[in-house]
């Protein structure tokens, strides 16, 4: 038998190589590329930190959203310029100082007429400095809210994120502070506001025990340090213990008159 004999009827046991081009008829099969492999795990790799950042970026777009609103609601409903809770060296709950009572919608992003609360995935908060007779520092915290049923800690409404006042001391270095109230209410990456100037910072890094009562900030503390104002994250159990991350998107900050 010819060797062209013995070709052909090959081809006729095999239909499929009737059909295979003629890179592929001259080489043998091989293994998978290792670099084509490894690429593709690269590539892998890269969605989750893309998905990540783009959360992040569509957060802080939100969020300038819903503090412009907070700014335009804070201004609606005035402040009580003769509270006694206003002060040129420290802090106030809005809710506390507030001239007409807020709704507790009001809070909420998108403030939509709604009684489905899973609708509502964003919150704000703001706290109020004295700086003239009719102008006030105000500082907006905006955070989002994970789960219905979900339980922060403080006492104006525990169905929501609302800043809360923590003692803190001098740490070692000026970049750093020592929390003598809840530590848990503090870790990385939170941001936390000077409870007497309404300076702002990012923690940076809350070191390990035995010294997870300290925190690193991103810069130089300014002036002497009493107390910060931090949004805590949600809270679960008896005694309440903080265990979920933080809500916390961003702060912002303006001088307002009333």
């Known amino acids: 038998m010819t060797e062209k004999t013995q070709d052909a009827r090959r081809k006729a046991q095999d239909p499929a190589s009737l059909f295979a081009s003629p890179w592929q008829a001259s080489r043998e099969p091989r293994a998978t590329s290792p ?3 490894l690429g593709m795990l690269f590539i892998a790799g890269v969605f989750p930190v893309s998905i990540h950042f783009t959360t992040i970026a569509s957060e802080r777009t939100i969020a300038a959203i819903v503090a412009d609103e907070a700014f335009a609601k804070i201004k609606l409903y005035g402040v009580n310029l003769s509270d006694s809770d206003l002060s040129y060296v420290s802090q106030a709950n809005y809710e506390d100082v507030n001239l007409l ?16 609360p899973a609708l509502r995935k964003y919150w704000w908060s703001a706290i109020c400095r004295r700086v003239s007779t009719d102008e006030l520092q105000v500082t907006v915290f905006i955070s989002r809210k994970a789960g219905t049923a979900t339980v922060y800690p403080n006492l104006v409404d525990t169905g929501r994120p609302v ?21 848990g209410y503090v ?4 941001i936390v506001v000077d409870d007497g100037t309404g300076q702002i910072y990012r923690v940076l890094e809350k070191y390990k025990s035995p010294n997870d009562n300290v925190i690193r900030l991103d810069k130089d503390w300014q002036g002497i340090p009493s107390a910060i104002w931090v949004i805590p994250p949600p809270v679960a159990g008896t005694p309440p213990v903080p265990n979920g991350r933080y809500p916390c998107i961003a702060v912002y900050q303006k001088v307002m008159s009333f």
């Open 187 to 190: 870790g990385d990456g939170c």
């Open 163 to 183: 800043a809360v006042l923590l003692s803190v001391t001098t740490g070692s270095k000026n970049d750093e502070l020592s929390v003598t109230g809840n530590k």
């Open 35 to 37: 670099g084509f492999s």
């Open 101 to 116: 009572p807020v709704p507790a919608s009001e809070f909420a992003y998108p403030s939509i007429p709604t009684t489905d």
